[in-house]
């Protein structure tokens, strides 16, 4: 790693997340190395991401001889991985975007840690179209690039060759990674998923949870298996499962009709909160959850005190607005609260310039066209370019990133949100319905709400979890319009209390009188409240034990 090492104190950071270089681990390049040079006729390598070649060394290191091909973009790292392999005359590298090259060649052994970018991060609608003019295969268009990188080089697999990728696991969970899952299967091709846990980050700097997929394009295709590596030493597991290879099982197996690939898979290798729970519905049967507004350029458009007075923009065209996560302390928040941020000088207002002909109104547009803000991702999409999207004011926020569980806010005062929080609209809002906004809140206050909404969590590194609105839509709810007027009259009356005092003991009453009302009697033991990362269903030890070294 000594080249990593130097490359990364003399390259700016700017640079390396630019073209998403993130080194991996010694540790992990020699597994994924072992596993390639498994396949006793290896004799052709690529390496599709090759940035310093550390998997192209470490392989060198233990098979001397082999014909290597590698492809960056990146001139700065091409030309110190050119000079480091010069006299190498089996290695060939490539300064060209593997994406739209090397189609027909076919390998015997292929290893990559590909770039992480989203879909708006590179060209994304050509490299789509490449992908699915070679592979036949119709693909979403958010889909995140190094699912590509994966997808092109299972296509470049000779009978009997074998690929090792290390990428994120944020497609097994996610919507995009739907049909990524589904060539997967296909395919027939992956063998083992080891899912890195996200307590500790793989790659410095880079926030995301990982996964090591070894693939395989051989006849031992009957079977998946899923384990979870819980740290650094449970990475001899992987070392045990290649040496036994095909023998060898993991922390969960499964045939391939078992694996759904429109689900997320996350129900594969963890325990699922809501098993716990009876009469459960989606929670689309009581909200609706819509991402917060987003400006594509939060810097033009948001406004405090002192720059509206600047610009002397009228009031009328600044929205009230929350526009950072920060400036809500508590689950509730209040037009005091808001008169306190503008008092403070806080960016509280969305410039909001349509259809105004107000003077300085219009020099300040004129401004964002000088200063190209016009021509941004979001802006050139909008009509005009300074309009808003129409986002009313939601009755409650739901926070998009967090650590501790998912949180709710109450807007009472009822302004506008930027992305920093979700919308959640209720659905029964109306005084004749038993389930009211504040009773729906008070259940989304309790363990019991976030337990279950934990289930369709994202991850990312250091135990950072994330939601999208989708994962909210389709988590599952407890059905509240089971319960009687009594414990409805109840919960409401712990929650008004729970609003004067802000005294948790009120919240914990109301998720007591769920958790007796709607406990599932058939998984009524020890670990029926688990949290998600309790001890999987099967224990490591005795799923490798029964490996065949």
């Not at 082999?66 to 700065?76: P, V």
């Not at 078992?258 to 989606?282: A, C, E, F, G, T």
């Not at 401004?367 to 021509?375: C, L, Q, R, S, T």
């Not at 769920?514 to 998600?532: G, I």
Request: glycine share 4%.
């Amino acid at each position: 790693m000594e080249l990593e090492k130097i490359y990364t104190e003399k390259t700016s950071l700017t640079h390396r997340k630019e073209f998403a270089q993130f080194f991996t681990p010694q540790p992990i390049a020699n597994i994924m190395s072992d596993w390639l040079l498994g396949n006793k006729s290896l004799k052709t390598v690529l390496e599709p991401a090759f940035g310093l070649g550390i998997f192209s060394r470490t392989l060198l290191s233990k098979l001397d001889n082999l014909k290597i091909k590698g492809f960056d973009i990146d001139e700065t790292i091409f030309s110190k991985a050119k000079a480091y392999f010069k006299s190498q005359k089996n290695v060939s590298l490539k300064l060209e975007d593997y994406m739209f090259n090397d189609w027909k060649n076919k390998y015997d052994g292929i290893i990559c840690n590909p770039p992480y970018l989203k879909f708006h991060d590179y060209d994304n609608k050509q490299i789509l179209q490449e992908v699915e003019n070679n592979l036949k295969f119709k693909f979403n268009g958010f889909t995140n690039l190094y699912t590509l990188f994966l997808l092109k080089s299972i296509f470049q697999l000779k009978k009997d060759g074998r690929a090792a990728y290390i990428i994120p696991s944020e497609f097994l969970n996610s919507d995009y990674g739907k049909l990524v899952k589904e060539y997967l299967l296909k395919t027939k091709t992956l063998r083992h998923l080891f899912i890195i846990d996200f307590k500790e980050n793989v790659f410095d700097n880079a926030m995301t949870t990982a996964s090591i997929l070894l693939l395989a394009n051989d006849k031992n295709n009957s079977e998946i298996n899923i384990s979870t590596i819980d740290s650094k030493s449970d990475l001899q597991l992987i070392d045990t499962y290649i040496k036994s290879y095909p023998k060898g099982r993991g922390e969960f197996t499964f045939k391939l009709n078992d694996l759904d690939p429109n689900i997320k898979w996350r129900k594969y290798y963890q325990l699922q909160n809501s098993i716990n729970y009876k009469n459960l519905v989606p929670f689309s049967t009581y909200a609706k959850v819509v991402r917060g507004i987003a400006t594509g350029a939060n810097d033009y458009f948001t406004f405090k005190k002192s720059k509206a007075k600047e610009f002397s923009i009228p009031k009328g065209n600044l929205k009230p607005c929350i526009c950072k996560a920060k400036d809500v302390k508590g689950n509730f928040f209040t037009e005091s609260d808001y008169k306190n941020l503008v008092k403070n000088n806080e960016l509280v207002y969305l410039f909001d310039g349509k259809n105004s002909t107000n003077k300085n109104v219009l020099a300040y547009i004129e401004k964002g066209v000088k200063d190209k803000i016009n021509e941004k991702y979001l802006t050139k999409c909008r009509k005009p370019w300074y309009s808003l999207e129409n986002r009313p004011p939601a009755p409650i926020w739901v926070s998009v990133f967090n650590r501790d569980g998912v949180k709710f806010i109450r807007n009472e005062a009822n302004i506008s949100n930027l992305t920093t929080f979700h919308c959640v609209y209720p659905t029964n809002s109306n005084l004749f319905s038993k389930v009211t906004d504040d009773f729906l809140f008070a259940y989304l206050l309790t363990d019991v709400a976030k337990e279950i909404f934990s289930d369709n969590r994202r991850e990312y590194g250091n135990g950072l979890k994330k939601f999208e609105p989708n994962d909210l839509n389709k988590s599952k709810i407890l059905d509240l319009s089971t319960l009687s007027e009594s414990q409805v009259d109840r919960i409401l009356a712990l929650y008004t209390e729970y609003k004067k005092s802000k005294d948790e003991k009120f919240i914990s009453k109301i998720d007591e009188i769920l958790r007796t009302e709607f406990a599932n009697a058939k998984s009524h033991t020890h670990l029926q409240f688990a949290p998600a990362n309790t001890t999987p269903k099967i224990a490591k030890e005795y799923a490798f034990a029964n490996a065949t070294n």
